[in-house]
């Protein structure tokens, strides 16, 4: 499926692979216009297998030639081959993903966990702004830069929004993984795909802070029943403070009337009283972004194992790919995955 040689051709010089799914791959080259390193994702359209694959794959190259946004994976080229292979070209994010980094080293400082939701906030407010839906929020796509600034990544299975009368139109295909997925989609039922975008925020923060899953059942019919209890565990041993307990649970509301806003994440408490790091941390600042990144010794140590888990997040996020966006009896056949599953 890939070809060196067009890439060549491109602009583009094969340097390794970072990554392989059912779909395609993806790759380091570096190109020759930008003079750096890339990301290439190689997908073969004729292994799509379904209409619906087809579809997403088209909204797909459609919405990321539109982003631009510091906590959003740039997208550089797009091109295609007439073999029918997709070449998705990418900025390099060489520290992995937020997940690899969790089972790495646990849960994560509630000062940098902080710092990292904040971005995610403003990447989700962002998509929000122009009407775009992720739909596939998880740690395994959020990808961590040099500096270890968050960047969402894989946009397959996005959506563009449109309103009648004001409102959004809600959507009725149900994608996703399992344990990230809101009860409205587990249940079926037509949902608001923004709202639904923040539940998943919600599970995202709870693993950063407790280094777990708040719902951990890979039964669809208990997962749902452990939603809407609305009854959010933490662990005993957790010190993490109450305002960030306060927020999550208001994220991971059942209710979606009553489910916050990003707007209104960002100015609870916990956000506002911005990035609360350990007394003993030294945070190196950030240049391109303006932001704080981790502290020197972490920097060392993550660049130490970068080669053996560089851009894990590209790779797990192309083997996410390889699920089929749910059709409404799709739910009832269990073929969203948990994170365990695939």
């Given at each position: 499926m890939m070809d060196k040689t067009f890439m060549e051709t491109k602009g583009y010089t094969f340097k390794g692979t970072l990554g392989e799914g059912t779909f395609g791959k993806v790759v380091k080259a570096e190109s020759i216009h930008l003079k750096k390193l890339v990301a290439i994702k190689i997908i073969g359209t004729t292994k799509s297998g379904s209409v619906n694959r087809e579809r997403f794959l088209t909204q797909e190259k459609e919405i990321i030639r539109s982003l631009k946004h510091p906590n959003v994976v740039r997208t550089y080229d797009v091109f295609e081959s007439r073999l029918e292979t997709v070449y998705v070209v990418m900025e390099l994010c060489p520290q992995g993903d937020v997940s690899k980094l969790i089972a790495a080293r646990g849960a994560l400082s509630e000062g940098f966990s902080c710092r990292l939701f904040k971005q995610l906030c403003l990447a989700v407010q962002y998509l929000h702004g122009i009407n775009v839906a992720h739909r596939d929020i998880k740690c395994e796509n959020l990808l961590l830069d040099t500096h270890?600034?968050?960047?969402?990544?894989?946009?397959?299975?996005?959506?563009?929004?449109?309103?009648?009368?004001?409102?959004?139109?809600?959507?009725?295909?149900?994608?996703?993984?399992?344990?990230?997925?809101?009860?409205?989609?587990?249940?079926?039922?037509?949902?608001?795909?923004?709202?639904?975008?923040?539940?998943?925020?919600?599970?995202?923060?709870?693993?950063?802070?407790?280094?777990?899953?708040?719902?951990?059942?890979?039964?669809?019919?208990?997962?749902?029943?452990?939603?809407?209890?609305?009854?959010?565990?933490?662990?005993?041993?957790?010190?993490?403070?109450?305002?960030?307990?306060?927020?999550?649970?208001?994220?991971?509301?059942?209710?979606?009337?009553?489910?916050?806003?990003?707007?209104?994440?960002?100015?609870?408490?916990?956000?506002?009283?911005?990035?609360?790091?350990?007394?003993?941390?030294?945070?190196?600042?950030?240049?391109?972004?303006?932001?704080?990144?981790?502290?020197?010794?972490?920097?060392?140590?993550?660049?130490?194992?970068s080669k053996s888990r560089s851009h894990d997040g590209q790779r797990q996020s192309l083997e996410q790919r390889t699920r089929e966006c749910l059709t409404s009896q799709g739910v009832k056949n269990s073929k969203i995955k948990s994170t365990k599953e695939v």
């Open positions: 270890h600034n968050l960047k969402l990544c894989d946009f397959g299975f996005s959506e563009r929004l449109t309103y009648i009368d004001g409102k959004v139109v809600l959507s009725d295909t149900h994608c996703g993984t399992l344990h990230y997925a809101a009860p409205e989609i587990l249940k079926n039922l037509p949902y608001n795909p923004k709202v639904s975008d923040v539940w998943s925020m919600g599970i995202v923060l709870y693993m950063m802070l407790m280094g777990s899953l708040p719902f951990a059942t890979t039964n669809i019919s208990k997962l749902v029943h452990l939603q809407v209890r609305h009854s959010i565990s933490f662990p005993s041993a957790s010190s993490v403070s109450t305002e960030a307990r306060e927020l999550i649970h208001r994220i991971l509301h059942p209710v979606v009337e009553r489910r916050i806003t990003v707007s209104r994440m960002l100015e609870s408490p916990w956000l506002l009283q911005g990035t609360v790091e350990d007394s003993n941390d030294d945070w190196a600042t950030s240049a391109s972004l303006g932001q704080r990144a981790l502290p020197k010794k972490m920097l060392k140590e993550d660049e130490e194992t």
